[in-house]
């Protein structure tokens, strides 16, 4: 009889945690951090529960700098894994020279206006700002909708993480990728 009560308490132990398990539609393949390309969403997101040793942190207030620095009061994030133009950055489309620094600056302001964003801090940079992922509604990278929108670039030298967004807006002739333009590393060597 105690044989058959251990059984039982064991299977039901097991239904309980299999119950309250955080499954995920997708096939799994999510990287040490839990984050993963959803092909069918066109976006870079990331599964909270794998992400429990790097806090999130949100703010409802912040003001875009340009297309990958946001800054909260005097808390200044910068998006890791991508560059985008420098604020007084031209590029040329047709025959018209246009402010590329600036449309990249304006789209991260239209996709985050009433949106609340969280972070993930992933370290320090040399100016000091916290480098990091920023998410919006429902853990949407905001890196990865600037690069495969075309307005910023995978930032190669320090990160792996963006290029398939960024193959994505080149191979569609998005954003940036429409017109002539100097990457946004080659801008501030040569300036």
Not at 58 to 67: L, M, P, Q, S
Request: with cysteine; charged share 30%.
């Amino acid at each position: 009889m105690k044989k058959i009560i251990f059984i039982s308490l064991t299977l039901g132990s097991l239904l309980i945690f299999l119950i309250n398990s955080e499954t995920h539609s997708h096939s799994g393949r999510t990287n040490s951090e839990g984050c993963h390309k959803d092909n069918k969403k066109n976006n870079y997101h990331c599964h909270s529960s794998k992400k429990n040793n790097k806090s999130k942190k949100e703010y409802k207030t912040f003001k875009v700098i340009d297309g990958d620095t946001i800054h909260f009061g005097i808390i200044k994030y910068r998006f890791s894994g991508i560059d985008a133009p420098e604020r007084k950055q031209t590029c040329q489309y047709d025959d018209q020279i246009l402010l590329c620094g600036s449309l990249a600056t304006n789209m991260l302001k239209n996709k985050i206006v009433n949106n609340k964003v969280m972070c993930v801090d992933e370290g320090i940079d040399r100016y000091k700002r916290i480098i990091g992922e920023c998410y919006i509604n429902n853990n949407e990278s905001l890196s990865s909708f600037m690069v495969r929108n075309g307005y910023a670039f995978a930032y190669r030298k320090y990160s792996n993480k963006f290029i398939e967004d960024e193959e994505y807006a080149r191979k569609n002739n998005l954003g940036l990728w429409k017109m002539k333009f100097e990457y946004p590393w080659d801008y501030r060597q040569n300036n």
